[in-house]
T-cell receptor, first 113, second 116 residues
Framework: DAKTTQPPSMDCAEGRAANLPCNHS???????VYWYRQIHSQGPQYIIH???NNETNEMASLIITEDRKSSTLILPHATLRDTAVYYC??????????????FGKGITLSVRP | DTEVTQTPKHLVMGMTNKKSLKCEQH?????MYWYKQKAKKPPELMFV???????INESVPSRFSPECPNSSLLNLHLHALQPEDSALYLC???????????????FGPGTRLTVL
């Protein structure tokens, strides 16, 4: 699987949009971009994934650049409960048993009041 | 519902003990996973089961023994562990969809294991 690069940390004010960047310059055509987050001492929580089109769900939006070498996760109105480690993962588009989810170091998002 | 449950939440064991971790899901998923997460590190894959058969073992020491008795249950049997095995053990499941790229993993809350 291609590697990802994320800044180690960032913060944002409560109520503002949080834009979390991820670089994946070696991504190949059949690899998806997945985002998970992990709130302290809990299990990772799935947020969103995409291949090449922008995606939106009730939690977040995922913007993937046209060359697919980077992406941004957007939390539109960050709350204190969004403070967590956010993992950007590039993963081959295969069935579960053949497609490993390899976590990097992630980015720690701190939402301040 | 995307719930994966794990028991116990916390476990303390000695190096000579035998214990088991349990994971359960009722989403009809056919792939189940064990991950290990040390403090301040990302989760690392240990085992993958697909349709109740072990499909991936990431060179995990034999003191960790996984078992998948049916499609809803996944166990991790522990024996003769070392203090460095203390970690958060996470279970996950996914549909094992046959379609390209749609196999999202859903995680349980984890079992916090301390080996004395």
């Amino acid at each position: 699987d291609a590697k990802t690069t994320q800044p180690p940390s960032m913060d944002c004010a409560e109520g503002r949009a949080a834009n979390l960047p991820c670089n994946h310059s070696t991504i190949s055509g059949n690899e998806y971009v997945y985002w998970y987050r992990q709130i302290h001492s809990q299990g990772p929580q799935y947020i969103i994934h995409g291949l090449k089109n922008n995606e939106t769900n009730e939690m977040a939006s995922l913007i993937i650049t046209e060359d697919r070498k980077s992406s941004t996760l957007i939390l539109p109105h960050a709350t204190l409960r969004d403070t967590a480690v956010y993992y950007c993962i590039v993963r081959a588009g295969l069935t579960g048993a053949n497609s490993k989810l390899t976590f990097g170091k992630g980015i720690t998002l701190s939402v301040r009041p | 519902d995307t719930e994966v449950t794990q028991t116990p939440k916390h476990l303390v064991m000695g190096m000579t003990n035998k214990k088991s971790l349990k994971c359960e899901q009722h989403m009809g998923h056919r792939a189940m996973y064990w991950y290990k997460q040390k403090a301040k590190k990302p989760p690392e894959l240990m085992f993958v089961y697909s349709y109740e058969k072990l499909s991936i073992n990431e060179s995990v020491p034999s003191r960790f023994s996984p078992e998948c008795p049916n499609s809803s249950l996944l166990n991790l049997h522990l024996h003769a562990l070392q203090p460095e095995d203390s970690a958060l053990y996470l279970c996950a499941s996914s549909q094992e969809a046959r379609r390209f790229g749609t196999d999202t993993q859903y995680f349980g809350p984890g079992t916090r294991l301390t080996v004395l």
